[in-house]
């Protein structure tokens, strides 16, 4: 079983739709985050969670919006997004967002297409 | 800003050694990790470097020079399966009360060849 999971794996979705991308850690970790890769670009990372609060919001437009109701779950909701929000979305733990140590795991990812 | 650089492709031979450079200009500095992602996978954690030197695991060693802002990940006896890409990644402190943060390099794509 792996640390970190992701559903769904794919999602294909119309600019006018509402989705939502889950993630679920079980490694104990205290801290959560959402990253994008995009082709040919370094990740970027989008929100950080501490103990189920946001500590981190890279401006990232409104169109995207986390949820953390505990610590092993993290939401990303998906509204009215835009063709060039397509990319893999990835998910992470760790066990201490401030620690200078902590490694993050990361989850297989959701691809996601926007037509 | 923040700027990581590594290359964006490498091919070397299976049973060779390769070496992957990866240099950063940063605003503080928390740690250097190396990942590994396969094609459609996850990256997985390889190395993390906070001191300058030389780390080894295995297969595979990581070297940071702190002075330099440089740090490289050196694959030996090359496998297959060692096609992949090879993310560079910089921490670097928390700007006030929130998290370090990570930065990424684009990534170094290597192919690993008979």
């Known amino acids: 079983e792996t640390g970190v999971t992701q559903t769904p794996r794919h999602l294909v979705m119309g600019m006018t739709n509402k989705k939502s991308l889950k993630c679920e850690q079980h490694?104990?970790?205290?801290?959560m985050y959402w990253y994008k890769q995009s082709a040919k670009k370094p990740l970027e990372l989008m929100f950080v969670?501490?103990?189920?609060?946001?500590?981190e919001n890279n401006s990232v437009p409104s169109r995207f919006s986390p949820e953390c109701p505990n610590s092993s779950h993290l939401f990303l909701h998906l509204h009215t997004l835009q063709p060039e929000d397509s990319a893999l979305y990835l998910c992470a733990s760790s066990q201490d967002p401030q620690g200078s140590g902590n490694t993050q795991y990361f989850g297989p990812g959701t691809r996601l297409t926007v037509l | 800003g923040q700027n990581i650089d590594q290359p964006t492709e490498m091919t070397a031979t299976e049973g060779a050694i390769v070496q992957i450079n990866c240099t950063y200009q940063t605003s503080g500095f928390n740690g250097l990790f190396w990942y590994q992602q396969h094609a459609g996978e996850a990256p997985t954690f390889l190395s993390y470097n906070v001191l300058d030197g030389l780390e080894e695991k295995g297969r595979f060693s990581s070297f940071l020079s702190r002075s330099k802002g440089y740090s490289y990940l050196l694959l030996k006896e090359l496998q297959m399966k060692d096609s992949a890409s090879y993310l560079c990644a910089v921490r670097t402190p928390p700007p006030s009360t929130g998290a370090n943060n990570l930065f990424f390099g684009t990534g170094t794509r290597l192919t690993v060849i008979p």
């Open positions: 969670y501490s103990l189920e609060e946001r500590v």
């Open positions: 490694l104990g970790h205290n801290a």
